[in-house]
């Protein structure tokens, strides 16, 4: 299992940047496809974007591509959002997430997929 902690929101003007961070422990983390969700206040939770467990395949969804990217760092057990040209209808809690994938190397969009889950950090961007 790993312990996941997220790191690096905050408030930011509109067409500014953020990078988010989240930090998993344990050994195991190159085992993991990560995600990352977000969810404003009287909406539902969503994907925003996903990296597989080697990092070499990425997705996000269509409302931040071009503007966000994922990474990851397996020796740091570490992934990131970087989030560019922010829009105030990003704002949100964003929460980073943890799939299990034993016996493939790719990317998981489903959040009922997911094992484990941070407990999030709020992102404002102010118009």
């Known amino acids: 299992q790993v312990q996941l902690v997220e790191s690096g929101g905050g408030l930011v003007q509109a067409g500014g940047s953020l990078r988010l961070s989240c930090a998993a422990s344990?050994?195991?983390?190159?085992?993991?496809?990560m995600g990352w969700f977000r969810q404003a206040p009287g909406k539902e939770r969503e994907f925003v974007c996903a990296?597989?467990?080697?990092?070499?395949?990425?997705y996000c969804t269509d409302s931040v591509k071009g503007r966000f990217t994922i990474s990851r760092d397996n020796a740091k057990n570490t992934v990131y959002l970087q989030m560019n040209s922010l829009k105030p209808e990003d704002t949100a809690v964003y929460y980073c997430?943890?799939?299990?994938?034993?016996?493939?190397?790719?990317?998981?969009?489903?959040?009922?997929?997911?094992?484990?889950w941070g407990q999030g950090t709020q992102v404002t961007v102010s118009s």
């Open positions: 997430a943890a799939a299990l994938l034993i016996y493939s190397d790719y990317y998981v969009i489903q959040s009922e997929q997911y094992d484990y």
């Open positions: 344990g050994r195991s983390f190159s085992s993991y496809a």
């Open positions: 990296i597989s467990r080697s990092g070499g395949i990425t």
